[in-house]
């Protein structure tokens, strides 16, 4: 236990997280007049990767891999999906809508091929988004990653079953937000304190937990109903052929982790023609906040790429040339 303890890599993060500054965030104008919220962490003229963050969550939970994705050569794209954090809340909120908003997105950034990363939660929409992408999307990582629900048709008790688990979870998040709004730090050492051991130790650092509550508190920014409203999202029909996506799938699971169940992540992997299991023992859900370099040294070598690769000269000309373009634009 000793030794173990010994040889835990250090976090990922500074001892203090700094506050997230307004010029940090994107604002990307869709065509139906919504608001895309995007910041972006890493090396800025990295490989891209879109980052889907958990439920609960928004695109600050990115934050916990900037430095490594700055020295493996990787440039996070960190989103936040509708009602969530910055970005408009979307009528038609799902896992495919939000997918047409990224393609929006990755059109204006003119990323021509990219990855996916997602937590949690985010697998839905990473899937969604990879299926839509075709060859674009070049690999899809996933780090403690929740099923998302299949397509398989259902009797009419399952679906009122779970239309009736939806309008629960939805109700129990916003009054939990509306009962607990001036108290949001007893909340979120409740969330800390409910985690397996593993997870607790992480955030006994400062700085830890200091992000866990600049992600919530972003995350509600426009109140509980756009959070309430994409949690739900993981019991609706995910409309994607998984048999389909070629592109490699890699899923690290922490053997701690209680939220994510192995057998179940062994189940989707049985739908995926290229995936891949990376299983970690005795971490927990939050394994990344140590480990993430296994995970970007993995996305490397699946690129072909050296172990800390910069961009290669011919795209790093191109993205420079875009970056010029865009500050003289900004000038006139």
Not at 18 to 40: F, G, K, N
Not at 87 to 100: E, G, I, K, L, T
Not at 300 to 306: F, I, K, Y
Request: with cysteine; proline share 5%.
């Amino acid at each position: 236990m000793h030794s173990r303890a010994m040889n835990t890599p250090p976090l990922s993060l500074p001892d203090r997280m700094p506050a997230p500054r307004s010029d940090s965030v994107h604002l990307v104008q869709l065509p139906d007049e919504r608001r895309l919220a995007y910041t972006e962490y890493g090396d800025r003229l990295g490989y891209p990767l879109f980052h889907f963050h958990s439920h609960g969550s928004c695109r600050l939970e990115a934050a916990a891999l900037h430095q490594v994705a700055k020295r493996s050569g990787f440039r996070i794209i960190a989103v936040d999906r509708p009602g969530v954090g910055l970005s408009d809340p979307h009528r038609a909120n799902s896992a495919d809508a939000f997918a047409q908003d990224l393609e929006v997105l990755a059109t204006q950034l003119r990323c021509r091929q990219y990855g996916l990363i997602a937590c949690g939660g985010g697998l839905a929409s990473a899937l969604a988004f990879a299926a839509r992408s075709g060859q674009r999307a070049s690999m899809l990582l996933g780090m403690s990653c929740s099923l998302p629900c299949t397509a398989e048709r259902k009797g009419l008790f399952r679906n009122l079953l779970c239309a009736l688990v939806q309008r629960l979870v939805q109700g129990v998040i916003v009054l939990r937000h509306w009962r607990g709004a001036a108290a949001l730090q007893a909340r979120v050492q409740r969330f800390v304190d409910a985690m397996p051991y593993a997870d607790r130790r992480m955030f006994e650092n400062p700085a830890v937990m200091q992000l866990l509550t600049m992600d919530i508190t972003e995350a509600l920014r426009q109140g509980a109903g756009g959070v309430a409203s994409d949690t739900v999202q993981q019991f609706e029909p995910l409309q994607v052929n998984l048999s389909a996506l070629t592109l490699p799938c890699e899923f690290w699971l922490g053997s701690a982790d209680s939220v994510s169940v192995r057998q179940r992540t062994e189940n989707l992997m049985g739908l995926l023609p290229n995936a891949r299991m990376h299983p970690l023992a005795n971490r927990g859900r939050y394994f990344y906040l140590r480990h993430a370099d296994e995970v970007f040294a993995r996305a490397n070598q699946v690129l072909g790429r050296a172990a800390n690769a910069v961009v290669h000269q011919a795209d790093f000309a191109f993205r420079r040339a875009v970056h010029e373009n865009r500050m003289v634009a900004a000038t006139r």
